[in-house]
């Protein structure tokens, strides 16, 4: 079964900071990645989708990049704005409409 | 706006009563899923919907009953819940990229 796992859990930084948030996964069989943001109480608002062919994809300040061999995704944050506080979450889509979700880190960014 | 609608956004009701989540989705998607968030855990697959046909029901008791009149159409009918099923419910709906969720519906179970 698939796993996802976020780490860290939490991550709090100073405004302007560039920073990267992991995923990583244990069967590289994967369809294609996708990165959430979810703000508190909210629903979950689609920021990236990654095909398994693809290695990046960028919107705006967001990069993310999916190295399907070792398991992993990451996604960058350049240049850090208050408004980026949320929790991100990653989630992996395998066969038909599978999808399995990590838990999530929470981000802090302090003015 | 993602194009998944989910009323009400609030929701409180008594133990006894029986009450109707919606979700509605212009995406032309044709799986649309039903998933619980409860404070600091994961989310979790509730149902599955693939062209109106339920595909999945992930031990979900029964006391949350899923309808989905079309592939446009969800609802999560909800009868004798329990002070624990107080959660975020979140519709989402997909095709063949990726997934595409509802602001959610917060129910208090009191």
């Known amino acids: 079964k698939q796993e996802v796992t976020q780490i860290p859990a939490a991550l709090s930084v100073p405004e302007g900071e560039n920073l990267v948030l992991n995923c990583s996964f244990t069967d590289s069989a994967i369809y294609n990645l996708q990165w959430f943001r979810q703000d508190p109480g909210k629903g979950l608002t689609s920021l990236l989708l990654i095909q398994s062919s693809q290695r990046e994809q960028t919107s705006g300040r967001l990069n993310a990049s999916l190295d399907k061999s070792s398991g992993r995704s990451t996604l960058y944050i350049a240049a850090s704005q208050p408004g980026d506080s949320a929790t991100y979450l990653c989630a992996v889509r395998v066969t038909g409409n599978q999808f399995y979700f990590g838990t999530g880190t929470s981000l802090t960014v302090i003015p | 706006e993602t194009g998944v609608t989910q009323t009400p956004r609030h929701l409180v009701m008594g133990m006894t009563n029986k009450k109707s989540l919606k979700c509605e989705q212009h995406l032309g998607h044709n799986a649309m899923y039903w998933y619980k968030q409860s404070a600091k855990k994961p989310l979790e697959l509730m149902f599955v919907y693939n062209f109106k046909e339920q595909t999945e029901n992930n031990s979900v008791p029964s006391r949350f009953s899923p309808e989905c009149p079309n592939s446009s159409h969800l609802f999560l009918h909800l009868h004798t819940l329990q002070p624990e099923d107080s959660a975020l419910y979140l519709c989402?709906?997909?095709?063949?990229?990726?997934?595409?969720f509802g602001a959610g519906t917060r129910l208090s179970v009191l």
């Open positions: 989402a709906s997909s095709q063949d990229q990726g997934k595409y």
